[in-house]
């Protein structure tokens, strides 16, 4: 990792930027949770039980909503930036992972997301997109539901538990 990516990330969360050496500080517990994810969406697409329940967000939060958003802005932000300086956006495809963010984004800001919006930010072909939307909703993580003003379109947002796991893998970004 670049001194300036992680200079972009700690100024994201309002901490002290870090330096080369500590760049796995940051990423290591990311990769923790990252592995997580995938071990519930593998378990999903084998048909397992899908893991343990999502909890709700405590009163509490360790970290304030506005910087849960700059740093999900950021690692989105910093996924296309990777794709595009190796050249091969196929070597990084974690389209669930994005999917995640988009819609974390996009609640934050209170804007609506179509499945196709969704499927275009997910980096991944349309028919990709739309099965791991499919392996997100199973999981209890994302909602699809009728465009009440438009009835041709689906829009798709987290669900209450999808945004507390959000909010939790921001506030353990420390």
Not at 14 to 34: K, M, N, Q, S
Not at 87 to 105: K, Q
């Amino acid at each position: 990792m670049s001194h300036e990516a992680g200079q972009v990330i700690a100024s994201a969360g309002a901490e002290p930027a870090i330096g080369r050496g500590d760049g796995a500080l940051l990423f290591h517990p990311l990769a923790d949770e990252l592995m997580a994810i995938a071990a519930r969406l593998r378990d999903a697409a084998e048909g397992g039980s899908g893991g343990q329940p999502v909890e709700a967000p405590s009163a509490r939060s360790g970290r304030p909503a506005r910087n849960r958003l700059a740093l999900a802005r950021k690692a989105y932000a910093l996924r296309r930036k990777r794709a595009s300086i190796f050249g091969n956006p196929d070597l990084f495809g974690e389209p669930a992972w994005d999917i995640l963010l988009d819609l974390y984004i996009a609640a934050g800001e209170g804007k609506p997301v179509s499945v196709s919006s969704a499927c275009i930010g997910s980096a991944a072909p349309a028919t990709t997109g739309l099965r791991w939307l499919g392996v997100l909703a199973d999981e209890g993580l994302i909602l699809r539901e009728n465009d009440a003003e438009d009835h041709r379109r689906v829009l798709v947002r987290l669900t209450p538990s999808g945004q507390a796991a959000m909010d939790r893998f921001f506030d353990a970004v420390d």
